[in-house]
C-alpha cells in the first residue's frame, strides 16, 4: 500500500506497460487469444504505434523493418501465429536487430481457444533465439523491458513466451518511466542480406552468440535458485512455478527458470548438488527435462507428469504425492465433492443472433460436405448444426477444398464448399483462392463476412475499413479482390434470409466453375448492430415440432406447457430478433412487436 | 492470513469479467496481494466460464482448484451446481436462481436437473440463492444481475460498503455508476 504506482494488471496489460516503459516505438500483430491484449493495451499509449497486420509473417516483417530504422518494436501472437511467422523468425535470428526486437508469444495449454497445444519453446530452440519466460504481470513487464537490452546486447530477436494463465490473470505491478532508445539505420549488405554467401557468415556468429548466451543465462537475475528443503528440488518455470509454491512453499527447493532457452547448465548441476530428489515441472514437452538428461543427470519429470493440458496446484501434488517425491510429513489437500446428479456439460455455442446460423443450417439442409476454418463459425461443427466436416489452420479450408475435389475429378465440387470468415482470408485465405483461380477446381468458396475478427474479441481487419484504434483506414473490397483473382462467379447473401441463401448455394454449387460466395452480415455482439426486439411463440399456434431447434439457437428451447404440452419458448434476455427460427416455422407461431411474420429479413442477394 | 478464494461462475456473456475486475480492486485496495485469472476467447460463447479471485498476503497459483474456494458467486444454478467440487466443506455459494439451458438440454439430449437450490442445500453447504434478474430490471437493467449478486455477498465481508462503492468506480462507466450502486444495494438489502 501507499504506492501510487501499484496496480492489478492482466498479464498481458503488463507485457503492454513494459513495451511502453522500454521506448517502444512500433507494434504489429495478429490477434490470437490468449496474446490479444498486448496489443490492444499497448494501443491506448498515443506514443507507441499499433497496427493489426493481415497475418503473423506481415507483423513481424513490419516489425523488423521498424528496429532495422532504429526504433525498438514488438510482435505479438498466438502460438500457432509464430508457425506462420516462422520463416522471417528464422532468418532474423541470422541478421540481429538494429534497434531492439521482441516476438511475443503465447501459449494454450489446456486448448481454451486453440487448435492444438504445441510448446513455443520449440520455436526458440529452433530459430536459435533467447526465450524469456515470465510466471505473473510483475514478471511480464519486468522481462518485457528486460528482453529490449538482451536483443540489444546480444543482437538478437528475443521471443517472451506467455501462457493462458500469465496472460489472462490479473496480478501486482509497479510502474515506471518510459524511456525512448533510438539508433540510426546504417546500410549493412553483409549483416542485412541473407543470401548464402552473407548467411554463411551469420551462422557461426549465431553459435557463438548462445554460447554468451548461456554464460550470461548462468548468472542472469531470472534464473533464480530459492532453497528451501533439500529432500526435494524442483526446476520449474512460467505458471507451473506459481503452483509449486502454492503447494510446497518453502519446503522444497526450487530453481526458477525465468530465461528457457539457452539454459544455464552450471546453475543446474549446482543446483541439482544441493538437493537429493531432482524433479522438473512444466506444461507440455519435456524441453528442460531433456536438456538435464542430456547433461547425464537424472530427474523426474514427464514419468510422473502428464505431457497433455494445463497443470494446477492439486495436479502437482497428486502426482508428486504418488511419486513419494513429497517432503517429509506432506499431506494431501481435500477435494470437494459434487452432486451424484448428472451435469449436462455447457459447451461454446454460436451467440443468439449469430449471422453464421443460417448459413450453416443452409449447408446442412444441402448435405453439404463443408471444410471449415479458424474463427466463431468452426462452432457449426456443433450439433445440432453439425456441419463443418475438417478444421485445420488459417486458411486451410480453401486450399483443402481444392485439393479434394481436384482428388475426385470435381464429381464432388456439386457438394463440397469451404467456409471462411473475413479476417482469416485476409490471413491465409488468398493465396489458397489464387490457387483455385490458377489450377481451376470448381470449388465453392464461402467467405463468412461479419465485418469484424470475432473470436478473439473484435478486432478490426483489412477488410472492415477501421484500424486498431477505431479511426478510418484502407479498406479492401472483397467482391473487386475476388474478381481481379479471375472468379466471374462472386455472389453476395444475407445469411438471415434463408430462402435466398438456398437459392445462391443450389446455383453455385451447380455450375462447373470456381466461384465465391460472400454470406455478409455484421456481428450480432457488435456495439452499432441494431437489434429487433425479441420474438415471442403463440404457444396456441405452436405444434411442437421442434423444426426452430434445429438451428441450435441458444434462445430457443422447448417446455412443457399447462397442458403437458412441450412447446418453443423464446429466452427474452437473449434473443436478438434475428427472425432466422420463424422462417422455419411450419404455422408461423413466432411473432414480432415489429412485424407479424416476425421475420426481419433484409435479402440483398 | 491464508488466501482466501472467490469463484466467479456463469455462462458466456453474463458480465462476470467485471465482477471479478471489481473484487480485485476492491482487495488490492485494502492492501492485499491479489491474483484474478480470467477467460476469453471461444470458452465465452455461451460456454461455462469461470474467474478466479484470489486475495491474502501472498497470492501464488492464479487459479482455485477442487476444495479450496470459500465462495462460489453463480450467474447461473447449473453452474453453481458445476462448480460445487471447487467449494470447501464450509464454503457459500451465492447463487442467481436464474436458469439458463445448454445446449445438450436444448436439443433434448440431456434434461435440466431439477429442485437445484435444494440439492446444494442438501449437499452440506451454505446455498444463499436470490433472483438477481428480477432485482437487476429494478434498478434499470438485466445487464446488472453481477453488481446484484456482489452486493449479496458483500455481506460476507467485513468492509464498508464504500470500500465496495470505491472498487465500483474504477471498473464501471461513469454513466452506468447510479444504475449499478442501486443494484448493489437491491442485492444487499436481500437476506
Redesign the interface.
Same mark, same amino acid.
Given at each position: 500500500?501507499g504506492n501510487e504506482n501499484?496496480?492489478?494488471l492482466?498479464g498481458n496489460a503488463a507485457v503492454a506497460r513494459g513495451l511502453y516503459e522500454a521506448g517502444v516505438c512500433f507494434i504489429s500483430s495478429y490477434p490470437g @487469444?490468449?496474446s @490479444?491484449?498486448i496489443t490492444e493495451e499497448a494501443a491506448k499509449f498515443d506514443e507507441i504505434y499499433c497496427e493489426w497486420a493481415p497475418n503473423e509473417k506481415v507483423a513481424m516483417e513490419a516489425a523488423f523493418g521498424a528496429c532495422l530504422a532504429g526504433k525498438r518494436a514488438f510482435c505479438g501472437q498466438k502460438h500457432v501465429g509464430l508457425n506462420v511467422a516462422a520463416d522471417p523468425l528464422y532468418t532474423m535470428s541470422y541478421t540481429g536487430v538494429n534497434a531492439g526486437l521482441v516476438v511475443g508469444v503465447a501459449d494454450d495449454a489446456g486448448m481454451?481457444?486453440s487448435q492444438n497445444e504445441q510448446d513455443s519453446r520449440h520455436h526458440a530452440i529452433a530459430a536459435k533465439v533467447p526465450m524469456l519466460e515470465p510466471a505473473?504481470s510483475a514478471e511480464a513487464l519486468a522481462f518485457t523491458k528486460l528482453a529490449f537490452e538482451l536483443s540489444e546486447k546480444f543482437d538478437t530477436p528475443v521471443l517472451l513466451k506467455m501462457c493462458t494463465?500469465?496472460a489472462?490473470?490479473?496480478?501486482?505491478v509497479e510502474e515506471q518511466e518510459r524511456i525512448v532508445p533510438v539508433k540510426e539505420y546504417t546500410k549493412d549488405i553483409a549483416k542485412y542480406v541473407m543470401m548464402p554467401g552473407n548467411a554463411k557468415k551469420r551462422h557461426p556468429f549465431v553459435e557463438e552468440r548462445t554460447r554468451a548466451l548461456v554464460e550470461y543465462a548462468e548468472t542472469a537475475p531470472v534464473n533464480r535458485v530459492e532453497m528451501g528443503g533439500t529432500k526435494i528440488g524442483i526446476v520449474t518455470c512460467s505458471?507451473s512455478y506459481?503452483?509449486v =509454491?502454492?503447494v510446497f512453499g518453502d519446503q522444497v527447493s526450487v530453481l526458477k527458470i525465468g530465461m528457457t532457452n539457452p539454459l544455464p547448465e552450471k546453475l543446474i548441476r549446482d543446483f541439482v548438488a544441493q538437493v537429493e530428489q531432482l524433479v522438473v515441472i512444466e506444461e507440455l514437452d519435456p524441453i528442460i527435462e531433456d536438456h538435464i538428461k542430456a547433461m547425464g543427470i537424472p530427474v523426474h519429470g514427464k514419468d510422473i507428469l502428464p505431457m497433455i493440458d494445463e497443470f494446477?496446484?492439486?495436479?502437482i501434488a497428486e502426482k508428486l504425492f504418488d511419486a513419494g517425491l513429497v517432503p517429509d510429513g506432506f499431506e494431501l489437500?481435500?477435494?470437494?465433492?459434487?452432486?451424484e446428479?448428472?451435469?449436462?456439460?455447457?459447451? %461454446?455455442?454460436?451467440?443468439a443472433g449469430c449471422p453464421h446460423r443460417g448459413l450453416f443450417y443452409t449447408l446442412k439442409k444441402n448435405g453439404c460436405t463443408v471444410l471449415g476454418d479458424i474463427g466463431?463459425y468452426?462452432?457449426g461443427a456443433?450439433?445440432?448444426l453439425s456441419s463443418i466436416e475438417m478444421t485445420l489452420c488459417m486458411g486451410a479450408s480453401i486450399g483443402a477444398v481444392h485439393g479434394f475435389n481436384k482428388a475426385t475429378n470435381g464429381e464432388s465440387s456439386s457438394k463440397t464448399v469451404a467456409v471462411i470468415g473475413d479476417s482469416t482470408f485476409m490471413h491465409s485465405g488468398m493465396t489458397g483462392l489464387a490457387n483455385v483461380a490458377y489450377n481451376q477446381s470448381d470449388s465453392t468458396v464461402i467467405i463468412l463476412d461479419n465485418s469484424i475478427t470475432g473470436? @478473439?474479441?473484435h478486432q478490426q481487419n483489412p477488410t472492415t475499413g477501421y484500424n486498431i484504434k477505431g479511426d478510418p483506414a484502407g479498406k479492401i473490397d472483397l467482391e473487386a479482390l475476388c474478381r481481379a483473382m479471375g472468379f466471374e462467379r462472386v455472389r453476395v447473401v444475407d445469411p438471415y434470409d434463408l430462402a435466398a441463401c438456398d437459392k445462391v448455394l443450389k446455383e453455385e454449387l451447380a455450375v462447373k466453375a470456381p466461384s465465391v460466395i460472400i454470406s455478409r452480415r455484421p456481428c450480432a455482439l457488435l456495439k452499432y448492430v441494431k437489434h429487433n426486439p425479441p420474438l415471442k411463440v403463440d404457444t396456441a399456434k405452436c405444434i411442437g415440432c !421442434?423444426s426452430c431447434?434445429r438451428i441450435?439457437c441458444?434462445a430457443?428451447?422447448?417446455k412443457p406447457q399447462a397442458d403437458g404440452k412441450m412447446k418453443a419458448v423464446v /429466452?427474452q @434476455?437473449?434473443c436478438v430478433g434475428c427472425g432466422v427460427c420463424s422462417q422455419l416455422c411450419p404455422v408461423g407461431a413466432f411473432s414480432s412487436p415489429i412485424t407479424d411474420g416476425g421475420s426481419s429479413k433484409k435479402g440483398d442477394a | 492470513m491464508k488466501t482466501k478464494n472467490i469463484m466467479i461462475v456463469g455462462?458466456?456473456?453474463q458480465g462476470s469479467l467485471l465482477a471479478s =475486475?471489481l473484487l480485485?480492486?476492491l482487495f488490492?485496495s485494502e492492501?492485499f496481494?491479489? =491474483?484474478?485469472?480470467?477467460?476469453?476467447?471461444?470458452?465465452?460463447?455461451?460456454?461455462?466460464v469461470v474467474t478466479y479471485v484470489r486475495y491474502g498476503e501472498k497470492?501464488?497459483?492464479?487459479?482455485i482448484?477442487?476444495?479450496?474456494?470459500d465462495f462460489i458467486v453463480s450467474f447461473e444454478i447449473?453452474?453453481a451446481?458445476?462448480w460445487?467440487?471447487?467449494? =470447501? !466443506?464450509d464454503?457459500v455459494i451465492v447463487t442467481n436462481t436464474q436458469t439458463? /439451458?445448454?445446449? %445438450?438440454?436444448?436439443?433434448?439430449?440431456?434434461?435440466? %436437473?431439477s429442485d437445484l437450490e435444494n !440439492?446444494?442445500k442438501n449437499?452440506g453447504v451454505k446455498v444463499d440463492a436470490l433472483e438477481c434478474?428480477q432485482l437487476a430490471r429494478e434498478a434499470g437493467s438485466?445487464k446488472a444481475v453481477n453488481i446484484v449478486l456482489l452486493g449479496r455477498l458483500s455481506h460476507y465481508f467485513d468492509l464498508p460498503e464504500e470500500a465496495w462503492m470505491n472498487a465500483m468506480e474504477q471498473v464501471v462507466p461513469a454513466r452506468f455508476l447510479e444504475m449499478n450502486k442501486k443494484a448493489f444495494l437491491l442485492g444487499k438489502a436481500q437476506a
Open positions: 500500500m501499484r496496480r492489478l492482466l @487469444t490468449p @490479444t491484449e481454451h481457444s505473473d494463465r500469465v489472462h490473470s490479473q496480478s501486482i505458471t506459481q503452483y =509454491k502454492e494446477s496446484q492439486n495436479l489437500p481435500e477435494q470437494g465433492t459434487g452432486l446428479e448428472a451435469i449436462p456439460p455447457r459447451p %461454446p455455442v454460436m451467440c466463431c468452426t462452432l456443433v450439433a445440432p473470436m @478473439t474479441g !421442434k431447434m441450435g441458444p430457443i428451447s422447448m /429466452d @434476455t437473449l | 455462462v458466456g456473456g =475486475k480485485g480492486r488490492l492492501g496481494d491479489v =491474483k484474478v485469472s480470467e477467460v476469453h476467447g471461444m470458452s465465452q460463447r455461451g460456454g461455462s497470492v501464488y497459483s492464479p487459479v482448484d477442487k476444495g479450496e474456494a447449473l453452474e451446481a458445476r460445487l467440487p471447487y467449494l =470447501k !466443506k464454503g439458463i /439451458d445448454p445446449m %445438450p438440454v436444448i436439443t433434448g439430449a440431456m434434461n435440466y %436437473p !440439492k446444494l449437499s434478474l438485466e
